[in-house]
């Protein structure tokens, strides 16, 4: 019998041997985990059975979803050796897809969502997260058309898994201290019915002394907002509530919408939910909006419109969601109602007359004759009046609204340039503005002075709500 001698192996080939067997194990042991079922990669990460683990489901409406991405991304970021998201496929939820393979060949489908009027990011559609944040058990994430599914060993650490996911999307929430309108989502989701949709508002910034009001009556709407949120902490360390509704009425064209942009970008902190037009039906939206994103105005414009008084409505389905949710707000809540009409006498009452819902009501009167002053001033701008005597024309002016004299300002200028007027500023004369007053009164009629201010206020020389004399 012969031997091989030991002495006579190449030792160099024994490497390669071995080197080649691990790559081959660590080779086989990626394709298991490659073809491995999504139970088992749960297995795997939870360290328990999917069959012991506990699945808590949330319900995620369309708007929410950008912030839920926002915080599984972050908690994604700091789990050591984070793992891609995975594509779940056309599977429903968790539970349907357990027994499925994961395919890293299926791309994750994404949809681009606004996180600011010029801002956007690309969000996840449905995809399968698998984290670890350091001080954390681990636990698995389906963020998915409809919902958001959260697997945990235990009950216990579902709960703090999901309540971690929350807090981080509270803290980057991407409408917190901006401007945003409530809208008709354009699709019907089938898990949660009629779903809506936040649009981020190009508000325009209007400085103080573009608002021509008596002084004293600006300096009360001040108050009312900027002041109480300037003193809103110590306001509610004295047990003071801060929730708070003010009512601006007055006739058409008085500056009231011009206010409500001023108070909107002078409380830079807080986040603006506007309801006006089409959007005032979601109030009850726009409500529990505020409620999440607090500290929070609420601007509603043309308030009569759902808030007509009970005696003269057939539907007072809208004026019960307001008084339902200002009264449900609760005294510690920090928002603001800010409420503009032109007709403060068809308010209902209960609404309008009721501390706790109003609480504040602040006339806004037609310019008195500083006030024109300051508004042929501010309306003059690039125009040359050195050829207009005022003095007549404040007195002819007289009852005016602002926006009445905004458009005779105009279609004075408008007769020089048909005139033939071209140098800048633009020379006007008082034949000029004797005819822009003419076309404006006398072909325009009684509409147009209505529509602009002229000589319209119903509630001339009473109070606030027209309720005794100012």
């Not at 060993?153 to 999307?169: G, H, P, S």
């Not at 325009?204 to 300096?219: G, N, S």
């Not at 009850?284 to 759902?306: G, H, K, M, N, T």
Request: proline share 6%; glycine share 6%.
């Amino acid at each position: 019998m012969s031997y091989f001698p030991l002495w006579a192996v190449d030792l160099s080939d024994v490497a390669a041997v071995v080197v080649l067997g691990a790559l081959l194990v660590i080779l086989l042991a990626v394709l298991a985990v490659y073809q491995m079922s999504l139970g088992r990669m749960i297995h795997w990460h939870l360290g328990t059975s999917w069959k012991k683990a506990t699945i808590l489901t949330r319900k995620v409406p369309n708007w929410e979803r950008v912030n839920l991405f926002l915080a599984l991304e972050t908690l994604r970021q700091i789990t050591p050796r984070p793992r891609r998201i995975y594509s779940f496929g056309y599977y429903e939820d968790l539970a349907s897809g357990l027994n499925a393979k994961l395919s890293r060949n299926l791309p994750v489908e994404y949809a681009v969502k606004a996180t600011s009027l010029t801002g956007d990011v690309r969000v996840v559609v449905c995809g399968l997260y698998f984290l670890r944040p350091p001080g954390m058990p681990p636990f698995v994430v389906l963020l998915s058309r409809s919902a958001m599914e959260v697997m945990a060993a235990t009950a216990e650490d579902a709960r703090c898994a999901l309540d971690r996911i929350l807090a981080e999307a509270a803290q980057r929430n991407v409408y917190r201290g901006q401007v945003l309108v409530v809208e008709q989502a354009p699709y019907v989701n089938e898990e949660i019915g009629h779903d809506f949709q936040i649009q981020f508002h190009d508000l325009p910034v209007v400085a103080r002394e573009e608002i021509i009001l008596p002084e004293d009556v600006l300096q009360v709407v001040e108050r009312n907002v900027i002041g109480l949120l300037a003193h809103a902490e110590l306001l509610r360390q004295a047990g003071r509530s801060t929730r708070h509704g003010i009512l601006l009425h007055g006739p058409p064209g008085v500056g009231k919408t011009l206010v409500t942009k001023y108070l909107a970008r002078a409380c830079p902190n807080y986040t603006v939910i506007l309801l006006t037009g089409r959007q005032i039906r979601f109030v009850r939206e726009s409500c529990a909006l505020a409620r999440l994103l607090q500290p929070a105005l609420i601007i509603i414009e043309d308030v009569d419109l759902i808030a007509v008084d009970r005696s003269q409505s057939f539907d007072t389905t809208l004026l019960h969601d307001l008084m339902d949710e200002m009264d449900g707000l609760g005294p510690k809540a920090d928002v603001i109602f800010i409420l503009t009409t032109n007709r403060p006498r068809v308010l209902e009452s209960a609404l309008a007359a009721r501390p706790g819902r109003v609480d504040q009501a602040v006339y806004f009167p037609l310019p008195d004759r500083d006030c024109r002053r300051r508004l042929f001033a501010h309306f003059g701008r690039g125009l040359d009046l050195s050829a207009v005597d005022q003095e007549p024309l404040l007195e002819r002016t007289e009852g005016a609204s602002p926006a009445f004299i905004s458009e005779l300002f105009r279609k004075a200028a408008l007769m020089a340039a048909e005139r033939g007027e071209t140098t800048i500023p633009l020379k006007v004369t008082n034949a000029d503005f004797t005819a822009a007053i003419r076309e404006l009164i006398e072909f325009g009629g009684v509409l147009t002075q209505q529509l602009l201010g002229y000589r319209s206020d119903p509630d001339a020389g009473r109070g606030p709500l027209g309720f005794g004399q100012r």
